[in-house]
């Protein structure tokens, strides 16, 4: 039999239906790719004891009307597991084990996934590269000098180095969709308010949102459905029926209107990427789509208006983290303050503090109006420019980054640079909507490259229907050779 | 404008880390080009644009004021780095 856990999602659990293979065998096949891919430090955390029991537990008593039967899943380390330590890729979080469980994973679990290992991530997932993790650096599995993005670095690498059949991660500034894109995999960011924040570690809680990482958009509707839903427990969770996004994919999207805004053309973008774009919207004209241009003015001002957003509101989520109730303590000080102070300071990582730094300047007297209500403002406009478009088209196609993944240590010491791989990605999370990454070609060095489609609010089946008659079409091969076993 | 030494300490200050000597330099070069880099929005005229607080077309839901867990003070302390019988404990703070 051919190797199992290369697969996909929705492929293996066509093989646990059938009992060609239990959810046991399936477990352990995983559970030896994980301990053969070491290099890759892609977990913080595995839970294989826990995985063969729950595993062996379903095998006894298996319900095969379950969306996700049998499943191990690995999850980012930025989702509380009950009983599991959970890091948030962090010191000042190193010891910490969760009463109680996020409302996703829980979704998860209660459509008969278990959970498999926890992946590394960006420090309270500031990053794009996973270079910010108190556990090291991640590596991609596309090569070994190069990172596989971030801030869900961990969950794009184990995905790609058939290490977990899906995943999930979370998305504030393109965290999801720019690791699989340099993955050359698919990953999903919902409408602001589908999937609920219970439970999730907070980074910018008006900009936060779960999403599945898979293989493919089968998989990708199959995790969605899965894990949304109304919650009571999230104040902003959107109250409406439940879809069935993996019954209800469809390839005929002939008619449809895309629009191709000329603003995501920038400024020494590689022509590579314009190559794909090119190559994407050929493939959608073919597949019987009007492509219409269009312009969305405000876009150069998203990244300088989220690195306003973020940073103020995660200088107030992150104010929690005091040494007193969870997480680390640093022994030094003579007082209160001081013991404050210094388990912050030896708690965090530089790229946290430096946002910390930034939000609580620009949220401090005096500079308030000058900076987090100017962004406030722009962020209206960035947001009304997607509106105006909307009324015209159904969809936007842009590539999803300016570049595919870049080598560790590249751009460490550039915050700025860091920062403007997520020029393509950031404007979605401003104006609240779903958008996906989809792998659509390979640069001349063999790296994945993708390209982003946004949708209207709540209108995920859309963007995964023209992704899925694209994938079809697109003849993309993500051909990994496993160099870390 | 730039932030000067002073001031990424006063900042630092408020946001309750402490920085040396050293990490106020690289604090100071870093923010000052980050600074500059969100000081782009000076370009655009926003004077008669209302603020976005919120992308739901929803207002925040209310729920009633009940109890609907407790008896849960065991957890809630377990995850702490210092404790005493029912209480989280902390340096000293009044003489």
């Known amino acids: ?485 | 404008m730039s932030l000067d030494k002073e001031k990424i300490k006063h900042v630092a200050k408020l946001a309750r880390i402490s920085v040396n000597e050293a990490k106020v330099d690289s604090l100071t070069k870093d923010l000052n080009s980050i600074f500059k880099f969100i000081e782009q929005l000076n370009e655009l005229d926003t004077n008669k644009v209302e603020p976005l607080t919120s992308i739901l077309n929803q207002s925040l839901r209310s729920r009633k004021d009940e109890i609907n867990d407790g008896k849960i003070r065991e957890k809630v302390l377990k995850n702490s780095p210092k404790d005493s019988e029912e209480f989280f404990v902390v340096p000293k703070v009044v003489e």
């Not at chain 1, 997932?125 to 961990?154: K, R």
Request: charged letters at 25%; aromatic letters at 10%; hydrophobic letters at 35%.
């Open chain 1, 1 to 485: 039999m051919s190797d199992i856990t290369n697969q996909s999602l929705n492929q293996i659990i066509k093989r646990i239906k059938t009992k060609e293979i239990s959810s046991t065998d399936l477990t352990k096949a995983y559970i030896k790719n994980i301990e053969g891919a070491k290099k890759l430090n892609a977990f913080v955390t595995t839970t294989f004891d826990y995985a063969l029991d729950k595993a062996k537990q379903f095998d006894n008593k298996p319900n095969f009307d379950q969306l996700l039967p049998g499943i191990p899943l690995a999850v980012k380390d930025l989702f509380c597991t009950e009983n599991f330590k959970t890091t948030a890729g962090s010191n000042i979080l190193n010891n910490f084990v969760p009463s109680y469980e996020s409302t996703v994973t829980k979704n998860l679990w209660d459509n008969g996934s278990f959970l498999l290992g926890k992946l590394n991530c960006d420090e309270f997932a500031m990053g794009s590269s996973n270079e910010t993790s108190y556990f090291g650096n991640v590596i991609n599995p596309v090569g070994d000098q190069l990172v596989p993005g971030g801030s869900s670095g961990g969950s794009s690498s184990a995905l790609a180095a058939d290490l977990t059949p899906a995943t999930i991660g979370t998305d504030t500034g393109g965290s999801i969709r720019q690791p699989a894109s340099f993955t050359g995999t698919v990953g999903l960011k919902p409408t602001y308010g589908l999937c609920s924040r219970w439970g999730i570690v907070a980074f910018a809680s008006s900009l936060d949102q779960a999403g599945p990482m898979t293989k493919d958009i089968t998989d990708c509707a199959i995790m969605l459905e899965a894990m949304s839903g109304f919650d009571e427990k999230d104040s902003t969770s959107i109250n409406k029926k439940k879809e069935n996004y993996s019954k209800n994919l469809k390839d005929n999207i002939k008619g449809l209107k895309i629009g191709i805004p000329k603003e995501y053309r920038v400024d020494n973008m590689p022509k590579e990427i314009d190559e794909l774009w090119e190559k994407g919207k050929k493939i959608l004209k073919d597949l019987g789509v009007e492509l219409i241009d269009i312009s969305l003015p405000h876009t150069k001002y998203a990244l300088p208006t989220y690195y306003i957003v973020a940073p103020a509101e995660a200088s107030s989520n992150l104010a929690r983290y005091d040494g007193v109730r969870y997480g680390f303590r640093s022994e030094k000080g003579k007082d209160l303050i001081e013991m404050y102070e210094n388990t912050r300071s030896e708690g965090f990582g530089d790229e946290v503090k430096r946002r910390i730094l930034i939000g609580t300047y620009v949220l401090s007297s005096g500079y308030y109006d000058a900076y987090y209500l100017k962004a406030q403002k722009v962020r209206q406009l960035i947001k009304r420019d997607f509106d105006d478009n909307f009324t015209k088209v159904d969809a936007i196609l842009t590539p999803s980054t300016p570049s595919s993944a870049f080598k560790i240590g590249e751009k460490t010491n550039d915050p700025v640079s860091m920062y403007l791989n997520d020029i393509f990605t950031v404007p979605t999370n401003l104006a609240g909507l779903p958008a996906l990454s989809l792998p659509a070609g390979l640069d001349k060095q063999g790296l994945p490259l993708g390209l982003q489609l946004i949708g209207k609010p709540l209108d995920e089946q859309k963007i995964l229907n023209i992704g899925y008659a694209f994938e079809k079409n697109c003849e993309f091969k993500n051909e990994i050779k496993k160099w870390w076993s």
